[in-house]
T-cell receptor
Framework: DQQVKQNSPSLSVQEGRISILNCDYT??????FLWYKKYPAEGPTFLIS?????DKNEDGRFTVFLNKSAKHLSLHIVPSQPGDSAVYFC????????????????FGKGTLLTVNP | EAQVTQNPRYLITVTGKKLTVTCSQN?????MSWYRQDPGLGLRQIYY???????DKGDVPEGYKVSRKEKRNFPLILESPSPNQTSLYFC?????????????FGPGTRLTVL
């Protein structure tokens, strides 16, 4: 049972345009969401996160939107740059008192973003 | 430099030959975890540790062991590796004090079991 789903295996955009990466989740106990970026031959690196008490978090070119009623979040990259080409993972965690752990992350399968010059 | 290191980075072994993949972090993080990444499956958690001498199973613990005798180290042990454990392995660590709940990942260990 996949609790975090990234339904698009890949996405291709032009440099300077907006990239939108989507993520859906099924576990209503998830209360913290993170996006990681992964280049080949490297470990994932943290990009941006959002708590379930917010619906938007912004950091430079990166904005994450959370729609709790739809159990959906998205990562917007504006403007997209060729260096953004990587695999993007969505991850979620549940609080300990719900049977989860604030520190156990459940990852999606990832979306390969290609930004063309 | 704050980092998570893993050794070895690449390993080819044969079925049944015990091996250990080491993981070390220099950030004084309480939490450490092991993941494996497989094509089409994303990152799946194997084991995690909330602190020294405290470990627990993740989603795919079968065939693996861990120990946390020191805060900085969290080795992953495969007592009798099998071909289905061929994968890319990542160690990660994080601090309870980090409000972003960010986990720092090592560079990965690519394991092939023949």
């Amino acid at each position: 049972d996949q609790q975090v789903k990234q339904n698009s295996p890949s996405l291709s955009v032009q440099e300077g345009r907006i990239s939108i990466l989507n993520c859906d989740y099924t576990n209503s106990m998830f209360d913290y969401f993170l996006w990681y970026k992964k280049y080949p031959a490297e470990g994932p690196t943290f990009l941006i996160s959002i708590s379930s008490i917010k619906d938007k978090n912004e950091d430079g070119r990166f904005t994450v939107f959370l729609n709790k009623s739809a159990k959906h979040l998205s990562l917007h990259i504006v403007p997209s740059q060729p260096g953004d080409s990587a695999v993007y993972f969505c991850a979620a965690s549940a609080p300990k008192n719900s049977g989860g752990s604030n520190y156990k992350l459940t990852f999606g399968k990832g979306t390969l973003l290609t930004v063309n010059p | 430099e704050a980092q998570v290191t893993q050794n070895p980075r690449y390993l080819i072994t044969v079925t049944g030959k015990k091996l250990t993949v080491t993981c070390s972090q220099n950030m004084n993080h309480e939490y450490m975890s092991w993941y494996r990444q497989d094509p089409g499956l994303g990152l799946r958690q194997i084991y995690y540790s909330m602190n020294v001498e405290v470990t627990d199973k993740g989603d795919v613990p079968e065939g693996y062991k861990v120990s946390r005798k020191e805060k900085r180290n969290f080795p992953l042990i495969l007592e009798s590796p099998s071909p289905n454990q061929t994968s890319l392995y990542f160690c990660a660590s994080s601090s309870y004090r980090d409000p972003k709940n960010e986990q720092f990942f090592g560079p990965g260990t690519r394991l092939t079991v023949l």
